[in-house]
């Protein structure tokens, strides 16, 4: 089965404050050391496959350059990334080639470096149209140059374009959120991603706003009863425009689905190279998933990869709380081929169970988040855990996403 890969540039020319990724301003000075490192690890990869007890295969029909920002890099380091990938690995004539930008990174230059290296998808982290909005979080760019770079990436060929938008943000309204859904739509954007705000003590804007500060227009963020709403709005509104949920988090027109991170959900193999890259491989027992530091200082020292077996019982449990999240649900009936059906059967109470209380809708041997159950998605999957396994974070993480 062919290879997704996943090349982390964890560069910014700013640090928003709702992020809570691996990624940061750092120097130029950096950048050079870091992809020299990351092109080892790529030349390395098939010792590396061994070392974690994975089998490769050559052949990749996807690339994604996540980050971070990767349109930062200088020309030559980027064309050195994708020259080193063609060198490593069988790319499919056919693959889908995904990197994440900025708007408002996206120089002439850039374009016609990224369409002479086959880029034929972008991923544009706009997360609001409304100008204010897009400041309050430390993002550079305004609508105006964002309408500019879909135009040049359509004029250059790349008519393959994500729009990432976020519900949540700080001063965002009902009425400001609908202008972005509405302009997202007549953008002609085929694939929006559209997330609710995290709060964590991971990102800066997470951390006030769970001690109540005023720093980072923490006191303009919405209630959770708000964004919820918000969620349910885009839902409903990009549907209505034929752009199609088919992920908890992902819509797109008939077509455009990211065969990169159906990879992630579907349980296909992938590699992952850079600062906080997952990957997972299969094996003769099963599978094996393995990552890298998450820290830069870590992953420029050398410090090994973290490495875990997925064994029976985790294969099952991916099976579920990944194939949740698409709107397509989980099979019954494959699960029972590929697991037994005393697995299946074992489940039925917890299946029983969220389908009474409406977080999930059966259809025969199909099962389905609801809507109400894509906003308690964590909750639902955390049912499919085996007891001595909930909250050790177990969860599969594949390389992050907003931007797919």
Same mark, same amino acid.
């Given at each position: 089965?062919?290879?997704?890969? $996943?090349?982390?540039? +964890?560069?910014?020319?700013?640090?928003?404050?709702?992020? #809570?990724?691996?990624?940061?301003?750092?120097?130029?000075?950096?950048?050079?050391?870091?992809?020299?490192?990351?092109?080892?690890?790529?030349?390395?990869?098939?010792?590396?496959? !061994?070392?974690?007890?994975?089998?490769?295969?050559?052949?990749?029909?996807? /690339?994604?350059?996540?980050?971070?920002?990767?349109?930062?890099?200088?020309?030559?380091?980027?064309?050195?990334?994708?020259?080193?990938?063609?060198?490593?690995?069988?790319?499919?004539?056919?693959?889908?080639?995904?990197?994440?930008?900025? +708007?408002?990174?996206?120089?002439?230059?850039?374009? !016609?470096?990224?369409?002479?290296?086959?880029?034929?998808?972008?991923?544009?982290?706009?997360?609001?149209?409304?100008?204010?909005?897009?400041?309050?979080?430390?993002?550079?760019?305004?609508?105006?140059?964002?309408?500019?770079? /879909? @135009?040049?990436?359509?004029?250059?060929?790349?008519? #393959?374009?994500?729009?990432?938008?976020?519900?949540?943000?700080?001063?965002?309204?009902?009425?400001?959120?609908?202008?972005?859904?509405?302009?997202?739509?007549?953008?002609?954007?085929?694939?929006?991603?559209?997330?609710?705000?995290?709060?964590?003590?991971?990102?800066?804007?997470?951390?006030?706003?769970?001690?109540?500060?005023?720093?980072?227009?923490?006191?303009?963020?919405?209630?959770?009863?708000?964004?919820?709403?918000? $969620?349910?709005?885009?839902?409903?509104?990009?549907?209505?425009?034929?752009?199609?949920?088919?992920?908890?988090?992902?819509?797109?027109?008939?077509?455009?689905?990211?065969?990169?991170?159906?990879? $992630?959900? @579907?349980?296909?193999?992938?590699?992952?190279?850079?600062?906080?890259?997952?990957?997972?491989?299969?094996?003769?027992?099963?599978?094996?998933?393995?990552?890298?530091?998450?820290?830069? !200082?870590?992953?420029?020292?050398?410090?090994?990869? #973290?490495?875990?077996?997925?064994?029976?019982?985790?294969?099952?449990?991916?099976?579920?709380?990944?194939?949740?999240?698409?709107?397509?649900?989980?099979?019954?009936?494959?699960?029972? @081929?590929?697991?037994?059906?005393?697995?299946?059967?074992?489940?039925?109470?917890?299946?029983?169970?969220?389908?009474? @209380?409406?977080?999930?809708?059966?259809?025969?041997?199909?099962?389905?988040?609801?809507?109400?159950?894509?906003?308690?998605?964590? !909750?639902?999957?955390?049912?499919?855990?085996?007891?001595?396994?909930?909250?050790?974070?177990?969860?599969?993480?594949?390389?992050?996403?907003?931007?797919?």
């Amino acid at each position: 089965m062919p290879l997704g890969l $996943y090349l982390s540039v +964890p560069f910014c020319r700013t640090k928003c404050t709702y992020c #809570n990724f691996a990624s940061d301003v750092f120097s130029k000075a950096v950048f050079q050391r870091y992809i020299d490192r990351v092109c080892q690890d790529i030349e390395c990869c098939v010792a590396t496959a !061994e070392q974690m007890g994975g089998r490769l295969e050559r052949a990749a029909d996807s /690339i994604y350059l996540g980050g971070g920002t990767p349109t930062v890099l200088e020309i030559e380091q980027l064309e050195r990334l994708f020259v080193t990938i063609s060198q490593n690995f069988e790319v499919s004539s056919t693959a889908e080639i995904t990197v994440e930008c900025a +708007p408002g990174t996206l120089t002439d230059a850039v374009i !016609e470096t990224l369409r002479r290296c086959g880029v034929n998808r972008v991923s544009l982290g706009v997360q609001s149209f409304v100008d204010q909005e897009a400041a309050s979080v430390g993002r550079l760019h305004n609508r105006t140059a964002v309408l500019n770079d /879909i @135009t040049r990436l359509r004029a250059a060929g790349v008519t #393959n374009i994500n729009v990432d938008l976020i519900a949540g943000l700080p001063h965002q309204t009902a009425e400001s959120w609908g202008s972005s859904l509405q302009q997202t739509i007549a953008s002609g954007a085929p694939h929006v991603s559209v997330y609710m705000l995290e709060v964590d003590e991971d990102s800066r804007l997470g951390r006030e706003l769970i001690a109540g500060g005023t720093r980072y227009h923490a006191h303009f963020v919405p209630d959770e009863d708000l964004t919820a709403d918000m $969620y349910l709005m885009a839902c409903e509104q990009l549907e209505a425009a034929g752009v199609r949920q088919y992920e908890i988090s992902n819509f797109a027109r008939d077509g455009y689905e990211s065969r990169h991170n159906l990879k $992630y959900w @579907t349980r296909q193999p992938y590699l992952g190279f850079g600062v906080d890259a997952h990957s997972m491989l299969v094996n003769a027992v099963g599978a094996v998933r393995f990552s890298t530091p998450d820290a830069l !200082e870590e992953y420029m020292a050398g410090k090994g990869l #973290n490495q875990a077996a997925v064994d029976r019982q985790d294969a099952l449990e991916e099976t579920f709380f990944l194939g949740l999240r698409l709107s397509r649900g989980v099979d019954l009936d494959q699960v029972a @081929t590929d697991f037994g059906s005393g697995e299946v059967s074992s489940l039925a109470p917890v299946v029983d169970d969220l389908v009474k @209380t409406g977080l999930l809708e059966r259809r025969q041997e199909i099962i389905r988040l609801t809507s109400r159950g894509r906003l308690l998605s964590n !909750e639902v999957f955390q049912r499919f855990l085996a007891v001595d396994r909930v909250g050790t974070g177990v969860l599969a993480r594949p390389n992050r996403t907003p931007s797919v």
